[in-house]
């Protein structure tokens, strides 16, 4: 068998796996739930065990659910419970008051010297997760990470499909409901079902509700049909398997109150009236919230409701998952490092410095530091706050319309080796517009660039206290981030497509693990 | 020996234990303590685990707190410890604000699919632990429901009466103390205890603190004596055994402050002089309040002090517990369906429909539907709001004193249909009316009922997120709560007995488990 | 071996480590760490679980952590994990609220009753931890108690110095960073480093943050050298180890806000400057907060960094720890009871009784009771409201200058046998001043003494909740409070030298154990 998941960080279902893999996986599980339901529950409970004839090594993984889970921590713990395993880690909302100014970095560090064979985390920030994949030498799962994927929930998913079906994932109609514009859930499904051939999503919202245009277009763009109906009758009538989620009343900007939203909702309930007469599964992630019964008490009790199964089919791909990535017995050791690829982003966007600028900007002022030009008008002052060493170091102020027909602020700061923390501040504090650094030495400018962050709100690399140099890569001529994966649009105009185009040139095509592999034997 | 507690539920000691399985199980646990206090702590190590040569399977707990719990929590998990099983689950108030808008049933669904063996459950509402039974295939030990009951307790107090008391628990003499009113804990004794012959219950306490009434009649008829004294002194100087509880701040009314409520307890506080010259025994089911001291300090160290016994005995009787309901190698698999006797309630208490009626409610306003009659004056407009699949369906009105000498709100709903959720919550609009329910078909009506729903405000039935059916059963004439026991008057004078007693002959004389058996060998 | 650590509490690095054990505990780390290191992680998975052959027990250990903690706990988590050992207990923040209002004797004896073999605890209180030990028979290890030691981070340290300095803890140049006043980690450090020979401490920091002046003058007495510095890099140069620590705001008194004391902070932060050209080992007991970055990222990439070292050390260490505690195979069994030792306390210092005293104070008013002198001016309405078992019982009132060149309260109660609780209400209320209370029996004062109660705000001993009857002991002369170790200055001058002495000779002279030894083979 070509499939091999040893060590694999499972972050991405579109970047981390694959139609091989998923199938592998649904075959490997399908084989966990025939023992349990031919009475060999405990058949593999030796499996993660120490065997002292063997010399095989007991396995323990590390759970860090940074926001409340129940499903899916619960699913891990089965799953590693039945294969004879162990694990610790911490949870809850506690976890996160607990972790107040503590960086994922430390913490990942902290849980390596804790001699875990494996991870898995779930984290409110978009990226977070492959920045503890970065981190920590050994193998990470992602159990959700903000709005961005929840690649666990969606195999559990196919599979489910796969046992109701056939054993087949291919030639699909999915119909999709409840809040699709806020869920990982449904990003983390339909990647994974982009990998099988022929899949057709149907959906009905309300624009509050309805599908992101850009991953309408990536899933479009691998092949997938994407199909907006009228009413929710009509996407249930059309498809074998009809997805329904919670709403994420906590990731709502919250200008509608949890009322006006749960009475919005009130008409994609699904109701008995909404699926007589079809065969159309109801899956669900499940909870149902209980304040809006998305799904109605006696469809509870109908042929449909496919929602159940999930809840167990989890333990079983779970237990598969586990099996795939520790099926080894050397062991990552902790060497009380971080790998020197994490020291620095390679976000620095580098213009061509021309023969006028140089003594424009560097004359004036300085001899030596860094002149930013094209802020943000009106910044200057809070910029000016920044401190080198403790020191007050930045000159400069806002030009407004006497001065220039495009009003901006200018600052000069006496050094010329700024912090990331401090190009984040300036960046954050720009609000979109791309700044640009000129570094100074002998009255010249010998070095001209941007610094690329990316524009995902909720991405890990914006939080200053967290350390994460930006990283992106070239996915096929668009910037994307390493780590929240969201594209990154140059807006400043003066940014050449040369100057782009040799940025892209030199990032790396995909994103490949940053990871010592020093395993013990 | 003819006691069986293979797979057992244990919700109530009243109605899951009786003589014979209270005595069996102290013997049991006595086997318990005698390992422990002859050195063999570890000797029953392996119960729990797999044993590959005997083929016997590993047994898992799963604990389900929604109420802080350090005591009993630690119980079970010593006990299973020392059984060698294993255990997961959550506790603590986190627990309840992570479950926010979760149902139990779906809770405890994925419980089930987790592959537990049995599910020791707490929770704020009475009746919750009753519910949870009805969903979960496998047995559920109730570890406190709101102020229902808390069987598991009792049973330990119980076994330290019969381990200090010569291995009897009839022929007793008890005192309570503290809080009678509001605490679980005295429920679940005093039933316990009148499983027994010849047990007198004294107390001494302010109204505010005393034995419930309801609670002193059932005892009463099951032949123990409740004696109320005038003090605390008179009660010690009467018992072998003076059961203090502590005060349930949390479940009074807060209509008295917390400080005036500790300067009341003041003068119920076990003191030296209390029990100078006495042999009665101190329990207390502990923590002591510390800012009460409801057990002086110096009291902990004399011979009436058998409160530190109580909690070693406690493991001692969950080990026994938990083996006895474990004690077999089927198990009990998932099948991913909620039991079909849960999808209705039994709760309808039809009415006769007289002819005059038929014409006069129907002809008025609609075909086919139903029309609310008897509604509490002035609620319209609250009904009124209620939205049948997102449409306004509700006509009517409140009937003032022009149109009637009973001012009443009826109201007329363009469906015949009405779910669960839209009955409750018509009725927790009425405040304790019964309204009367007539369903309409071609102008007529074909039946006429009301819905009962249980008066106790802290039962689960009346919590419409839940979407508990209301069920209620037989008591020899009394109509009692399947949730929370709770007694339930028909307050509706139009009700005939004719009518009551054809409902009451269709209710079940019992609370009988709704479980599938499934078991896989 | 002489060393013998089987059933040891371990609450100070002072008084219950030396030399030769902390010598010894680092050469049995450092075979954990060298079995890790050469691939045998799991040589010692069966040395905590039964054995049936050769009939070992199996171990348990039991975590009661009232203040949030990740690092220890996993600590000892994982040791637990390796050595095949089992553990239970509560964590975080929850914990404290959970635990509202009941006693760590309640708990303590409740851990207890739950047959565990260690208990490691971490309280806010100064002082938790010895009183937990003394409630407990089986052995107690300290993971922080307020403000006063932290010594397993101690251990961990000096066994990352002993790692890195070729085995050896003495001669060395240790600097200290970051918030030396407040954290219990430095406190710890320095007494375990104050057993080994030619120990200089060097630091450099505002006052605000500055090493405490008895701490300081503690060490010089045992021999270490303490200087401070001008600049933080003139410590970092003449150091082989620099120890950073996170700032304690919880334990600041919050006169200056978050963000101030981060201002403040700036300048102490290690950065490239400050360490290059230097060999120091940059040492920190983690994380780092990432607010301050009080280390500065591109630090985390130098040879400097010996931090994550330590997270992986706290393995080593703690596993060697346990061992070497629960090195035995009887066990201490539960026996209901708290030790006799633990009733009173110790904290009596009794005063000459003078003829004209007798008179005076004990005629005019009682002829039974209690007259309490010298109370602080104004606060007899206070102490008027104490009750004795519920009546009121105080006379007396505040005598101002009409009365007395020395403005004073006097109270006088009619019992004389006042419970530790009512005599911690007066001292407490007395804010430092010490009334003298004299017993009165037919209107003759037959004893006159002070109640001693420690000053320290936060120690154990003045939760009045608590009940921990105040005990001290003779410190070579000075009377220091046997549980948070603070010492104990004696303010009324009417105390004479002679009645001190006598005071001091009748206390221990050193912090012994109380423990039942009830051993079980």
New interface residues.
């Given amino acids: 068998m070509a499939v091999d998941l040893k060590n694999a960080d499972i972050i991405s279902t579109l970047n981390d796996l694959d139609r091989e893999k998923i199938l592998y996986l649904c075959a490997k599980a399908k084989e966990m739930h025939d023992l349990?339901?031919?009475?060999r529950?405990?058949s593999l409970?030796?499996t993660f065990k120490?065997n002292e004839e063997t010399g095989k090594?007991?396995r323990?993984l590390a759970y860090l659910f940074y926001e409340?889970s129940?499903?899916t921590k619960?699913?891990f713990?089965?799953a590693m419970?039945?294969l004879g395993g162990?694990r610790?880690g911490?949870a809850?909302?506690?976890g996160t008051?607990?972790?107040k100014?503590?960086?994922i970095r430390?913490?990942l560090?902290?849980?390596s010297?804790?001699?875990f064979d494996a991870i898995v985390m779930r984290h409110p920030k978009d990226g977070a997760l492959q920045w503890a994949g970065d981190i920590a030498n050994i193998p990470v799962i992602n159990a959700g990470d903000g709005k961005n994927e929840h690649p666990t929930q969606a195999l559990l998913d196919l599979f489910t499909i796969y046992m109701d079906n056939n054993k087949k994932i291919n030639n699909l109609n999915l119909g999709l409901g409840g809040d699709l514009a806020h869920g990982r859930t449904i990003k983390s499904l339909t990647f994974a079902a982009s990998h099988s051939d022929n899949i057709t999503i149907r959906w009905a919202a309300d624009d509050l509700f309805g599908m992101q245009k850009d991953l309408v277009s990536l899933l479009e763009s691998r092949g997938v049909k994407v199909i907006r109906e009228e009413t929710v009758e009509d996407v249930i009538r059309q498809s074998e398997y009809y997805y329904m989620t919670r709403l994420q009343f906590e990731k709502h900007d919250k200008k509608l109150s949890e009322q006006e939203i749960v009475a919005m909702m009130?008409?994609y309930r699904i109701?008995m009236?909404k699926i007589n007469g079809t065969n159309t599964r109801i899956m669900h992630p499940?909870?149902?919230?209980?304040?809006i019964?998305e799904i109605?008490?006696?469809v509870?009790?109908t042929k449909n409701?496919l929602f159940?199964?999930q809840?167990?089919n989890?333990?079983f791909l779970s237990k598969a998952l586990l099996n795939e990535i520790l099926n080894h017995d050397e062991?990552l050791?902790?060497n009380?490092?971080?790998h020197?690829d994490l020291?620095y982003g390679n976000n620095l966007l580098t213009r061509d410095v021309r023969k006028k600028q140089k003594k424009h900007l560097a004359v004036e002022t300085i001899e030596n530091g860094m002149v930013i030009d094209h802020l943000k008008y009106g910044i200057f002052d809070k910029i000016s706050q920044i401190?080198i060493?403790?020191n007050p170091s930045v000159l400069g102020g806002n030009l407004g319309e006497d001065f220039t027909s495009n009003p901006k602020a200018i600052a000069k700061i006496k050094s010329n080796n700024l912090?990331?923390?401090i190009y984040k501040t300036i960046i954050l504090e720009s609000a979109g517009q791309e700044p640009t650094f000129n570094k100074i030495r002998n009255w010249d400018i010998i070095e001209k660039f941007l610094y690329l962050l990316c524009h995902n709100d909720n991405c890990i690399t914006r939080e200053i206290?967290?350390?994460v140099p930006p990283k992106f890569y070239n996915d096929e001529g668009t910037i994307r981030c390493r780590y929240c994966r969201q594209s990154y649009e140059i807006k400043d105009s003066k940014v050449s497509e040369k100057e782009k185009q040799r940025f892209l040139t030199e990032l790396p095509t995909k994103v490949k693990p940053i990871k010592y592999e020093k395993l013990?034997?």
């Fill in positions: 349990e339901k031919s009475g529950r405990d409970a030796n120490k090594r007991a323990v409340p129940t499903r619960f699913r713990d089965t419970r039945e162990k610790d911490f809850g909302t506690e008051s607990m972790m100014n503590e960086t430390d913490t560090m902290m849980m010297a804790n001699h009130d008409k109701t009236d499940l909870p149902v919230n209980g304040k019964a109605d008490y006696p509870f009790f409701q159940f199964k809840a167990e989890g333990i062991y050791t902790f009380g490092r971080l020197e020291q401190k060493n403790g912090s990331d923390r206290i967290e350390d013990i034997a």
